[in-house]
């Protein structure tokens, strides 16, 4: 496995270069079973219950954006982490590396808006942290975020549970998000509003728990899109995973940008969506639930697990051709080709 | 041939043409990158008739800039004071020992841009740093090019160069169709490099080597249609260059284009991987741009380089292999470690038989 | 090689014009079109009007293979 000498962008975009960082730097020096195991929260037993625990880093550029900003991002993103292992939140802990400089009242603006999406989801900040760096070592602000949750009894939701037969769920357009920052940054002089669908997910993962006990597997595809997304779940649970094109929805200035850059939705990342693999029985159930809740009006059945090409999943395009979806490779470059 | 009826009564219709034209083998050189991945994707590939062969060629810029190219611009790149801009196609292509993308990381300015207007605009903000536009494409790019060279000249901007690895696609076709190492039955002309060009320079391949060629669009229902014009044409004994993509591509071409780019650019020798040095084949800035280009400039002598060992991206872009007939395809060779171009790039054979799991 | 891709000019201005790509626009040169009115349906690359395209043949474009798709499964839906 050739081993780059240096860190590159490619290797934070959660592709294929970042599962390689980790299984050849990461895991081998700080590795466990638990790490080892790469779900979205890691799963701790204590006396007879289950912890989930997870963190993560926020860097995202602009730092606000139409539909949310890096307060909100910060805040949903871990609820969500937790609620990707049917976790319940009972805490967040919000670390901010600010830039010399940073302004107050920006920071305030973001503040009132993480507290407003802990709020939404239902969950409060217990701890914190605060460093200051000089200008220039931050861009303004990190924040980083780390959660603790409570798994029920009897849930078990992990990325290796997909089983044959299976069917795959979203709840809604993929690329929002992301298309959304590209826009915001005013990237290639594009202009237009894309809302990032930034969201705690915790509340319809809930409600999806109630209509059944039997979900299987729960990711949110986020850096790296939906296509990665896949090729985790398919290489973790070694079954094969098979979507139909026409199923995933895109919104159409979503699918504008796209065209314009050479960029493919099913690599974006979105930050108020998540795959659901569900038994066929549980289908119907989970899929009428998701879509009373807000967030997932638009949910559909998008494919199934199947025994062949375990590892890989194969997308089936309209006329009947099929593609392989590997994992998103490095950066996603703009391209004129 | 205007589209009539309802679309899909149109791709059946001509699906079933298609079925009834055919008399033993067709083989098709399909010349454009995004023909190559248009038909797997939409998974034309698997509705055609067995006996209908399509072979990639040379229509991917990326693919057929050779190593020693991207090495000079890469060794630009890392002088202190220049900004390299070029797009995104190029980051990921290995040269002899690292790539812009591995550059980039190692603290050179190397920049994606998705427009030469975009160089211009980098110049102008800022005006300490010597702007490189690492300039690859076809006929469709040059034009572009070719216009913004002369707007840095009216706008007296005297921060931007270009290195030119612009190359044209007919005599490219010349050179495959001389070498007699390919049986063809026809030519997928490129659709958008023919938006510029027109029909005219194409016209060898009917009048020199009696081959037929239909410029074709890019949609699957373009594709099954430009298949089916050659079919008849051959059926009807005739070799012919003509135009399926009528939307867009008309016999004249962009005149305009055509003329700014006589203007800036002057048609040069050039080296393309694996098909060697094509006489008059590539693009450089004329006499009177001089100052713009970075090769003069910069005095960086391009050097000719061997591709990696193994690597058949040099007979897969004649025509003359498959990718899984390389021996790094796949194990050695995929999107996530590329070796050579055909599999960095979107468009190379490589990677589209590795995406779309093509065996044949 | 070459995206091509369709749009609408939704205004001219000194160097560039406004195209719209289904609700995102972008500016675009015309220095090889220049004939290009308000209104009209554009080919662009690289961030250049490359041809000027009848309006038919460009939502044509746009919704061709969409429309051959959606079609094509139901007739396989049906058998």
């Known amino acids: 496995m050739r081993k780059a000498p240096t860190i590159l962008l490619a290797h934070g975009a959660g592709g294929y270069l970042s599962h390689e960082l980790i299984s050849t730097l990461f895991l081998p020096i700080l590795g466990n079973e638990i790490l080892a195991s790469l779900d979205d929260s890691a799963l701790l037993p204590i006396s007879g219950a289950t912890i989930a625990f997870t963190t993560d880093s926020y860097v995202v550029k602009p730092l606000v954006f139409p539909g949310g900003d890096i307060g909100r991002l910060a805040l949903c993103g871990t609820v969500n982490d937790l609620a990707m292992v049917g976790a319940i939140t009972l805490g967040i802990a919000a670390s901010f590396i600010l830039e010399e400089g940073f302004s107050t009242n920006e920071l305030r603006r973001i503040l009132d808006s993480l507290r407003a999406a802990a709020r939404e989801a239902g969950v409060e900040v217990v701890a914190g942290d605060t460093k200051v760096v000089e200008r220039g070592a931050a861009e303004g602000l990190f924040i980083t975020t780390s959660g603790i949750g409570l798994v029920p009894g009897g849930v078990n939701i992990r990325g290796s549970c997909a089983r044959e037969g299976d069917l795959i769920l979203i709840n809604g357009p993929m690329g929002d998000h992301e298309a959304g920052i590209l826009l915001a940054r005013g990237a290639f002089s594009l202009k237009g509003t894309i809302k990032s669908d930034c969201a705690p997910l915790n509340h319809m993962v809930s409600n999806m728990l109630k209509a059944s006990k039997d979900i299987h597997v729960l990711r949110d595809p986020t850096r790296g899109g939906l296509a990665t997304v896949l090729w985790e779940i398919a290489q973790s649970s070694q079954v094969g995973v098979e979507v139909e094109e026409e199923a995933i929805l895109v919104r159409p200035e979503v699918r504008g940008v796209c065209e314009l850059l050479g960029f493919d939705p099913l690599y974006l990342a979105n930050e108020g969506k998540l795959v659901a693999v569900v038994p066929e029985g549980e289908a119907e159930r989970v899929l009428e639930v998701m879509r009373a809740d807000p967030l997932g009006k638009e949910s559909a059945v998008i494919g199934r697990v199947v025994e062949g090409h375990p590892g890989r999943v194969h997308l089936r395009t309209a006329i009947g051709g099929h ?15 | ?6 679309d899909k009564e149109r791709l059946a219709s001509l699906m079933r043409e298609l079925s009834e034209l055919i008399e033993g083998d067709l083989r098709v050189m399909e010349v454009c990158g995004t ?3 248009s038909i797997f994707r939409s998974g034309i590939r698997t509705l055609l008739p067995e006996n209908i062969e399509l072979i990639s060629g040379p229509g991917c810029p990326v693919c057929v800039t050779p190593v020693g190219e991207i090495d000079r611009a890469i060794t630009l790149a890392q002088q202190k004071d220049v900004t390299l801009v070029t797009f995104g196609d190029l980051m990921k292509v290995p040269g002899s020992t690292t790539s812009l993308v591995n550059a980039r990381a190692e603290g050179s300015d190397i920049r994606v841009i ?11 903000v800022e005006p300490k740093r010597r702007v490189v536009f690492f300039a690859v494409g076809f006929e469709t790019t040059s034009p572009p090019i070719a216009a913004t060279v002369r707007e840095a000249l009216r706008k007296r901007i005297t921060n931007m160069y270009v290195l030119s690895s612009m190359r044209l696609i007919p005599p490219a076709l010349r050179a495959l169709l001389a070498s007699e190492k390919l049986a063809l039955d026809g030519f997928l002309l490129p659709g958008h490099v023919s938006v510029i060009i027109g ?38 004994g005739r070799a012919a260059i003509e ?20 203007e800036v650019l002057t048609p040069v020798d050039a080296r ?8 008059k084949s590539g693009l450089a800035l004329r006499e009177e741009f001089i100052a713009m280009d970075a090769a003069i400039t910069f005095e960086i002598p391009c050097e000719d380089k061997d591709d990696p060992p193994g690597c058949k991206c040099g007979e897969i872009l004649q025509g003359i292999a498959r990718p899984p007939e390389c021996p790094l395809y796949g194990m050695y060779c995929n999107p996530h470690h590329p070796v050579g171009p055909c599999m960095v790039s979107s468009e190379g054979s490589c990677a589209a038989y590795y995406r779309y799991g093509g065996t044949k | 090689m070459c995206l091509g891709i369709p749009g609408k000019v939704v205004s001219i201005g000194r160097d560039l014009a406004e195209v719209d790509f289904g609700g995102v626009t972008r500016e675009v040169s015309l220095l090889l079109c220049p004939e290009v009115q ?9 961030g250049f009007a490359i041809q000027r395209l009848e309006e038919q043949e460009a939502l044509e474009t746009l919704k061709l293979l969409k429309e051959i798709e959606r079609r094509w499964d139901e007739e396989e839906r049906e058998r």
């Open chain 1, 323 to 337: 593609r392989i979806l590997e994992p998103l490779s490095g950066e996603q470059f703009p391209r004129i080709c």
């Open chain 2, 1 to 6: 041939m205007r589209r009539k009826g309802s």
């Open chain 2, 35 to 37: 023909h190559t991945v």
């Open chain 2, 114 to 124: 998705t427009s030469p207007l975009e160089a211009l605009s980098i110049a102008q």
């Open chain 2, 199 to 236: 029909t005219d320079p194409y016209s060898f391949i009917a009048q020199d080597f009696s081959l037929r060629g239909v410029i074709t669009g890019f949609e699957a229902l373009d594709i099954v249609e430009g298949i089916t014009m050659l079919l008849r044409q051959r059926k009807e």
């Open chain 2, 243 to 262: 135009i399926q993509y009528q939307r867009a591509v008309r016999a004249e071409g962009n005149p305009r284009a055509l003329k700014i780019m006589e």
């Open chain 2, 272 to 279: 393309w991987r694996g098909l060697g040095k094509i006489p």
């Open chain 3, 38 to 46: 308000e209104g009209d349906y554009v080919l662009v690359h690289v």
